[in-house]
């Protein structure tokens, strides 16, 4: 998912839903001292342990709901990526509806946002959704292969604005 979102290339990544790190460690590694971070996560135990692990990047507790709030306060005008960890299928359709908005007011052209998906998550509403509003929402939506030996199998999606 990373290699698909080329980390190397962007200026500032946000990560939704971090959790305890898993995608955190491997964008830690490929970020260069000229490019931003930060990462949104509701669990405050997370949080806490994110900062211990990763005290130079930033991290936020909070919904992704508010990314527009998150990102004025921290001086960022423009996203060029976002990975996002969490599980869409499962979000209430209102928190898809209002992050969704804020990501359309801040994602510069060019951007790309990759998220990954359950393979059972697409017979639930919200999985539903997810899949029709990417369609809309980005000029270019693909999928990566099925990761069969994950506990559920996954996918990731890789979307794309144009330049």
């Known amino acids: 998912m990373l290699a698909a979102a080329e980390i190397e290339r962007r200026t500032t990544i946000v990560e939704f839903g971090p959790g ?6 491997l964008i830690h590694k490929k970020l260069r001292l000229d490019q931003r971070y930060i990462g949104i996560e509701e669990n405050s135990e997370f949080v806490d342990l ?8 930033t991290f936020v507790c909070d919904s992704v709901e508010q990314l527009q709030s998150i990102a ?5 005008k423009a996203i060029d990526a976002i990975i996002c960890g969490l599980p869409w299928a499962s979000l209430p359709l209102v928190v898809q509806d209002r992050t969704f908005e804020a990501m359309r007011n801040l994602l510069a052209p060019g951007a790309v946002f990759c998220t990954f998906a359950y393979l059972q998550g697409m017979l639930l ?3 539903r959704s997810l899949r029709t509003r990417l369609s809309k929402e980005f000029n270019e939506v693909s999928t990566s292969h099925v990761v069969w030996l994950n506990i559920p199998p996954a996918f990731f999606y890789i979307c794309r604005r144009s330049v």
């Open 50 to 57: 994110l900062r211990r692990r990763f005290p130079d990047f």
């Open 72 to 76: 004025t306060n921290a001086g960022i």
């Open 20 to 25: 305890t790190g898993a995608f955190t460690a």
């Open 125 to 127: 509403p919200g999985g």
